[in-house]
Nanobody, 128 residues
């Protein structure tokens, strides 16, 4: 699985961005068999969980830091997962990564080490 993120950029505090993660899946496998998550890493800090969505698209999960401001959804027909970020704050500034795995269990969803496939990341900068 290859993942490519896009949609990052510079936005003023209070603004919004919609990040996209497009997956290329090997023949014989289906994107719908992968759970997908977004993580982020700010300069000098550890990578942290942001949001995740199950294979079926039901029951999204959010970190407390973005709950109420973020929405994750997926379009399996387009092999794409989206992360809508609203009311952005300077502390949201980070490289945002998309990750996927077919064997994630619920208790492991926020654990970056459980994901086998990663994109290169897209930078979100929140500044006035």
């Amino acid at each position: 699985v290859q993942l490519v993120e896009s949609g990052g950029g510079l936005v003023a505090p209070g603004g919004s961005l919609r990040l996209s993660c497009v997956a290329s899946v090997a023949s014989g496998r289906s994107f719908s068999s992968f759970a997908v998550a977004w993580f982020r890493q700010a300069s000098g800090k550890e990578r942290e969980f942001v949001a995740a969505i199950r294979r079926s698209g039901t029951r999204p999960y959010y970190a407390d830091s973005v709950k109420g401001r973020a929405t994750i959804d997926r379009d399996n027909a387009k092999n794409t997962v989206y992360l809508q970020l609203n009311s952005l704050k300077p502390e949201d500034t980070a490289v945002h990564y998309c990750a996927a795995d077919s064997g994630i269990i619920v208790s492991s969803i926020p654990n970056a080490k459980q994901y086998h496939y990663w994109g290169q990341g897209t930078l979100v900068t929140v500044s006035s």
